[in-house]
């Protein structure tokens, strides 16, 4: 076996040079600015309904799976279930209570689907807006 290198021909010819464009100068005309109260902006509300919602069927799945502990539930030594539900690391306060007890998974599945339900529906927009985080300037600033 020879340890001969090969020699791969590269071509010398000289390639089209790409039009340089001025793209701040040609900016509106490839694009039409937003003013930033133009801007549309998803409702916060939206987003933290579906969190709850998402966090709804992860709790239902663990409950299901037999889980001790979850995010919105814990188990109490004699069986029963403690339910809370959370919003931006924050128990939410449902009509002056922030944890519920049911007697077994089953019945917290029912909790939770109702709740879940009511949270699509906007029921529980006044306590998600209650535990909802400040946006980051405000935080900065309290």
Do not use: Y
């Amino acid at each position: 076996m020879s340890n001969a290198v090969k020699s791969k021909s590269i071509s010398t010819q000289a390639k089209p040079e790409v039009a340089a464009t001025n793209f701040l100068a040609q900016l509106t005309e490839l694009a039409k600015p937003v003013v930033k109260a133009e801007a549309n902006k998803a409702d916060p509300l939206v987003a933290m309904r579906s969190k709850f919602v998402i966090n709804a069927d992860e709790t239902i799945k663990a409950l299901k799976d037999n889980a001790a502990k979850s995010r919105w539930h814990s188990t109490a030594p004699n069986g029963t279930i403690l339910v809370f539900f959370r919003n931006a690391n924050s128990v939410m306060n449902l009509n002056g209570n922030t944890h519920f007890q049911v007697a077994d998974a089953e019945a917290a599945i029912k909790f939770i689907e109702g709740a879940k339900a009511a949270a699509k529906t906007g029921e529980l927009d006044a306590a998600l807006k209650a535990t909802a985080r400040l946006p980051k300037k405000q935080a900065a600033t309290a």
